[in-house]
T-cell receptor, first 115, second 114 residues
């Protein structure tokens, strides 16, 4: 079955360390996204990519970096510059069309805890 | 900018009770509207959507009607089950070139008691 795989499900790091979250999709979607979810705040967009080797900052990109070397993969690095990195991170993908109504497909998330 | 305002939770209901979760939006264009559901420990799943005014989205007994005159997309279900316990997110999307972004509400936690 097609879908989005995020790994690991839980991740623990010490403050000051960079950490990379994996996201892989086999839906043949062009667009991929990273969201951060905090309690009571809904989802906030970190980065998104519409094609390979291209990506754009979302609303809260500071302290994060991404790459899109393959269509299937969109890893997110949480750097030591991110001031409050503990959160639930969601990866998503979608097809790219010129019309509205296309929904996102989400992975099951990675819960990152930094102490 | 675009925004979505959801009814604040948490909401606690008994099984078979009626559910309404309010959602209103502000958008500069003509958005598509969505309801997503998030079960504990999982990502979001699309529950239903509507792409133009007066459209009704429906799925798993849930319904929502796109009301342009009141800029609303309220989620309703006539008889909830324990398995409906989850967080529900209202979202809108306005296509801007080839950009694909959603604006989410803050989510409403629903707990259904047996």
């Amino acid at each position: 079955d097609g879908g989005i795989t995020q790994s690991p499900k839980y991740l623990f790091r010490k403050e000051g360390q960079n950490v990379t979250l994996s996201c892989e999709q086999n839906l043949n979607h062009d667009a991929m996204y990273w969201y951060r979810q905090d309690p009571g705040q809904g989802l906030r967009l970190i980065y998104y990519s519409q094609i390979v080797n291209d990506f754009q900052k979302g609303d809260i990109a500071e302290g994060y970096s991404v790459s899109r070397e393959k269509k299937e993969s969109f890893p997110l690095t949480v750097t030591s510059a991110q001031k409050n990195p503990t959160a639930f991170y969601l990866c998503a993908s979608s097809i790219v069309t010129g019309t509205g109504g296309t929904s996102l497909h989400f992975g099951n998330g990675t819960r990152l805890t930094v102490t | 900018g675009d925004s979505v305002t959801q009814m604040e939770g948490p909401v606690t209901l008994s099984e078979e009770a009626c559910l309404t979760i309010n959602c209103t939006y502000t958008a500069t264009g003509y958005p598509s509207l969505f309801w997503y559901v998030q079960y504990p420990g999982e990502g979001l799943q699309l529950l239903l959507k509507a792409t133009k005014a007066d459209d009704k989205g429906s799925n798993k007994g849930f319904e929502a009607t796109y009301r342009k005159e009141t800029t609303s997309f309220h989620l309703e279900k006539g008889s909830v089950q324990v398995s409906d316990s989850a967080v529900y997110f209202c979202a809108l999307h306005i296509s801007s070139g080839s950009a694909r972004q959603l604006t989410f509400g803050s989510g409403t936690q629903l707990t259904v008691l047996p």
